[in-house]
């Protein structure tokens, strides 16, 4: 009997062995991780002798990796194991694959609709994954938004410019990672459906996470460094040709700063010149297709621009709730809710911008700028609808002037309090509103204000006020 149960654990134990996935380590294919060979070739051997073997894990032990364009496939783990980074060569070294044709017009930005020409990149795959305690340094990475098929304006062929980019994947697991200098894009993906991104650190120059025309996806326990632009993001772009939704995403348990660059990562957290925007949880501003059943919780925002949710290219916005946000040093306003006519799409569509079904609660901020308060913004004959704003703290430094004119409509412009001028209330200004709840809101002066606390302008079914 006893051999009998033996050899069954034998068995299991073969079979269980031949279940797991096989590791793949680079070295074995030829990557040096001295910092000067260029090792992307050897890690997309490794890449494609994993997927033919039905899929696997491919590793990067410790060490630096100078790396071109890596192609990600399905069921494919890149690993990268603590000790190991992955540095983006220099746009000299015309190591990145170049961008794919789009074949329609472009009304997005290029950083949207090109991503052969990044570092790390997958399009039409599954069960793909980027793991482990190691780091991706963008250092060769461009930051700007100047693509055009093929190329960046004004530098060469092969020129890359995003960290991580994928596009029309489906089951996306990124973990542990720390992105440094990530580029344009510290990671764009793009109609990608179920995915999760946790336990990731980002510290960047432009955008840290863009989650574009997506669904069932969850960015948790991450924390992400932008003092030049948005940290987290979700979009609705026509990267797709089409007005995708972007719907049922969680944001929770997340860290947002505006620290100067490589200052989270190494300790000294020092707070960055106020740009037009940095850090920030943010909807848009592309939103062709829109936003739908949005849950943002439990995250902590410092030295950043506020929350804003915007919908300005005939999408919609629905169904979003916030909840248990703390703010500190707060960049421009606190909050940020509106619709505009910008319509960066096609010129036949009729459809109108619109917002409904937005839940914000308990949220505390101090040290919040003088330049505006919350804004609730919607458009003539189409007002935002089922605001509902409870349990809201908010310190605001005060100083400002009364204000004179009447507060300019965004219209068919970039949404951005900071070039409308202040709020003619320092604490809310809503206007356009159909259905507008306030529930134990509170607002608190440094110093005083010359402006009222509260303004409401063709706003319609209020309540709480008094």
Same mark, same amino acid.
């Given at each position: 009997?006893?051999?009998?149960?033996?050899?069954?654990?034998?068995?299991?134990?073969?079979?269980?062995?031949?279940?797991?996935?096989?590791?793949?380590?680079?070295?074995?294919?030829?990557?040096?991780?001295?910092?000067?060979?260029?090792?992307?070739?050897?890690?997309?051997?490794?890449?494609?002798?994993?997927?033919?073997?039905?899929g696997?894990?491919?590793?990067?032990?410790?060490?630096?990796?100078l790396?071109?364009?890596?192609?990600?496939?399905?069921?494919?783990?890149?690993?990268?194991?603590?000790?190991?980074?992955?540095?983006?060569?220099?746009?000299?070294?015309?190591?990145?694959?170049?961008?794919?044709?789009?074949?329609?017009?472009?009304?997005?930005d290029g950083?949207?609709?090109?991503?052969?020409?990044?570092?790390?990149?997958?399009?039409?795959?599954?069960?793909?994954?980027?793991?482990?305690?190691?780091?991706?340094?963008?250092? %060769?990475?461009? #930051?700007?938004? *100047? $693509?055009?098929? =093929?190329?960046?304006?004004?530098?060469? !062929?092969?020129?890359?410019?995003?960290?991580?980019?994928?596009?029309?994947?489906?089951?996306?697991?990124?973990?542990?990672?720390?992105?440094?200098?990530?580029?344009?894009?510290?990671?764009?993906?793009?109609?990608?459906?179920?995915?999760?991104?946790?336990?990731?650190?980002?510290?960047?120059?432009?955008?840290?996470?863009?989650?574009?025309?997506?669904?069932y996806?969850t960015?948790?326990?991450?924390?992400?460094?932008?003092?030049?632009?948005?940290?987290?993001?979700?979009?609705?772009?026509?990267?797709?040709?089409?007005?995708?939704?972007?719907?049922?995403?969680?944001?929770?348990?997340?860290?947002?700063?505006?620290?100067?660059?490589?200052t989270?990562?190494?300790?000294?957290?020092?707070?960055?010149?106020?740009?037009?925007?940095? %850090?920030?949880? #943010?909807?848009? *501003? $592309?939103?062709? =297709?829109?936003?739908?059943?949005?849950? !943002?919780?439990?995250?902590?925002?410092?030295?950043?621009?506020?929350?804003?949710?915007?919908?300005?290219?005939?999408?919609?916005?629905?169904?979003?709730?916030?909840?248990?946000?703390?703010?500190?040093?707060?960049?421009?306003?606190?909050?940020?809710?509106?619709t505009?006519?910008?319509?960066?799409?096609?010129?036949?569509?009729?459809?109108?911008?619109s917002?409904?079904?937005?839940?914000?609660?308990?949220?505390?901020?101090?040290?919040?700028?003088?330049?505006?308060?919350?804004?609730?913004?919607?458009?003539?004959?189409?007002?935002?609808?089922?605001?509902?704003?409870?349990?809201?703290r908010?310190?605001?430094?005060?100083?400002?002037?009364?204000?004179?004119?009447?507060?300019?409509?965004?219209?068919?412009n970039?949404?951005e309090?900071?070039?409308?001028?202040?709020?003619?209330?320092?604490?809310?200004?809503?206007?356009?509103?159909?259905?507008?709840r306030?529930?134990?809101?509170?607002?608190?002066?440094?110093?005083?204000?010359?402006?009222?606390?509260?303004?409401?302008?063709?706003?319609?079914?209020?309540?709480?006020?008094?």
């Amino acid at each position: 009997m006893k051999r009998i149960l033996f050899n069954l654990f034998l068995l299991f134990a073969s079979l269980a062995a031949n279940a797991m996935p096989a590791d793949y380590n680079v070295r074995d294919y030829g990557a040096k991780g001295d910092g000067t060979s260029l090792d992307h070739l050897a890690i997309n051997k490794a890449i494609e002798a994993a997927v033919a073997a039905g899929g696997g894990r491919v590793v990067l032990p410790s060490g630096t990796y100078l790396c071109g364009s890596i192609r990600l496939k399905s069921n494919v783990e890149l690993h990268l194991t603590p000790g190991a980074t992955i540095l983006a060569a220099p746009a000299s070294m015309k190591a990145y694959d170049e961008s794919e044709v789009f074949g329609a017009p472009e009304y997005q930005d290029g950083g949207h609709t090109y991503f052969h020409n990044s570092l790390i990149w997958a399009e039409g795959q599954q069960n793909v994954s980027i793991t482990g305690r190691g780091r991706i340094d963008g250092e %060769g990475l461009t #930051k700007r938004d *100047t $693509e055009k098929g =093929g190329n960046v304006q004004g530098g060469s !062929i092969g020129t890359g410019d995003k960290a991580i980019a994928l596009k029309q994947c489906r089951n996306v697991t990124i973990r542990d990672i720390t992105i440094f200098r990530g580029g344009h894009f510290a990671i764009i993906i793009t109609g990608c459906e179920i995915g999760t991104i946790d336990n990731v650190t980002i510290d960047t120059n432009r955008d840290g996470i863009d989650i574009d025309c997506c669904k069932y996806f969850t960015v948790s326990n991450t924390k992400v460094n932008t003092p030049n632009d948005d940290a987290i993001v979700l979009k609705s772009s026509y990267a797709l040709k089409k007005p995708v939704l972007c719907e049922h995403i969680l944001i929770t348990n997340c860290i947002v700063t505006g620290y100067k660059l490589g200052t989270f990562l190494d300790g000294t957290y020092v707070p960055e010149k106020v740009n037009w925007v940095c %850090g920030r949880i #943010k909807l848009g *501003t $592309e939103s062709n =297709g829109g936003y739908r059943n949005i849950t !943002i919780s439990n995250c902590s925002c410092m030295w950043s621009s506020g929350l804003a949710f915007e919908v300005v290219d005939q999408g919609r916005m629905e169904n979003i709730v916030v909840d248990n946000i703390s703010l500190s040093h707060v960049h421009h306003y606190p909050i940020y809710i509106t619709t505009g006519r910008r319509n960066r799409g096609p010129k036949e569509r009729t459809d109108i911008s619109s917002a409904r079904d937005i839940s914000i609660n308990n949220v505390i901020a101090d040290d919040c700028d003088s330049l505006a308060g919350i804004i609730v913004t919607g458009m003539p004959g189409t007002p935002i609808r089922n605001v509902s704003l409870s349990n809201i703290r908010i310190q605001y430094r005060g100083g400002g002037k009364k204000v004179e004119k009447s507060y300019r409509e965004q219209a068919d412009n970039y949404p951005e309090p900071r070039w409308a001028g202040p709020t003619p209330a320092y604490g809310l200004f809503a206007r356009h509103v159909d259905g507008l709840r306030v529930h134990n809101v509170q607002f608190e002066l440094m110093r005083p204000d010359e402006r009222p606390d509260i303004i409401l302008e063709d706003v319609v079914n209020a309540e709480g006020f008094k």
